[in-house]
C-alpha cells in the first residue's frame, strides 16, 4: 500500500485480487495482508476467510497511504500465517487442517527497512517441512533491478515469478493462470496402519492421470 502506487496502478491491484477471490471454490479460504506502515510492518485486513463478500467488504477499506515497504516482514508473517492454519487454524472457529497453502505478493520487490533480510526469509521458507510456494507478480516504474528479490522468493518456494513490467493490465490474466493451478494441484496423503518402528522404507505413489485413464505416472 505504497503511495507510489496510488491511483490506477492500486486500483488494478485491488481488481486482480478481488477476481481472485471471485473465482475461489467454496472451501477455498483466502486472508489478505496489506504492507503499511505498522509496527509489524503490515496490516491484516482479513484472516482465513471462506466468505467471498466478506473478504470483498473488507477489501473496499485497504488505504494506499504507506510511507515505506516492509516486504521480507509481510512475507515473512504471510508464511506464519500459512503455518499456523496448516496446524489446524487461527482464531477461525471453522478453520480445518489445510494442507495446501501458497501466498501471492504484488509488489515492485524493494524492501525498506524489514527486520529479516532476503537471505534470511528464504531460508525460513527452504526450512519449511511442506513447501509454500510464492506466486510474484513484479510491477515497476522506479528500478527493476529490486525485482529480482521477488524472482529468488519464487524460485526458491516452488513458486512462480511474473515480470508484469510497467503496465498493470496484464495483473488479472495473470491471477487467472495462478488460481488456475492452484484449483488444479492436487495432495496426496499416505495413511499407515503398520506400527511405526523407526526404519526408512523406499515407497512408490502411482498417480492416474487422466482420470479412469489406467495410465499410471
Not at 524493494?110 to 506466486?135: F, Q
Request: one cysteine or more; aromatic letters at 8%; proline letters at 5%.
Amino acid at each position: 500500500c505504497s503511495k507510489t502506487m496510488a491511483g490506477a496502478p492500486f486500483d488494478d491491484v485491488l481488481k486482480a485480487i478481488a477476481r481472485f477471490i471471485d473465482s475461489k471454490r467454496p472451501q477455498d479460504q483466502v486472508a489478505v495482508l496489506a504492507i503499511r506502515d505498522t509496527a509489524e510492518g503490515y496490516e491484516m485486513v482479513s484472516n482465513f476467510e471462506r466468505d467471498a463478500n466478506a473478504l470483498g467488504r473488507r477489501l473496499a477499506d485497504i488505504k494506499c497511504d504507506g510511507m515505506e515497504t516492509r516486504l521480507y516482514d509481510a512475507i515473512g508473517g504471510a508464511v506464519q500465517m500459512c503455518g499456523m492454519v496448516s496446524q489446524g487454524g487461527t482464531t477461525s472457529g471453522d478453520a480445518e487442517y489445510i494442507v495446501s497453502n501458497s501466498i501471492v505478493v504484488f509488489s515492485d520487490g524493494k524492501d525498506e527497512g524489514s527486520a529479516i533480510s532476503r537471505e534470511e526469509l528464504n531460508t525460513r521458507i527452504s526450512n519449511l517441512p511442506v513447501p509454500i510456494p510464492i506466486y510474484s507478480l513484479g510491477y515497476s516504474k522506479v528500478d527493476p533491478e529490486f525485482l529480482k528479490n521477488l524472482q529468488a522468493l519464487s524460485n526458491n518456494s516452488f513458486g512462480i515469478y511474473y515480470p508484469i513490467g510497467e503496465t498493470t493490465a496484464a495483473m488479472q490474466r495473470c491471477v487467472e493462470e495462478i488460481q488456475n493451478i492452484l484449483q488444479n494441484d492436487y495432495v496426496v496423503t499416505l495413511r499407515s496402519y503398520v506400527p511405526v518402528d523407526g526404519m526408512t522404507y523406499p515407497l512408490k505413489i502411482g498417480v492416474e492421470w487422466p482420470s479412469r485413464s489406467g495410465k499410471m505416472t
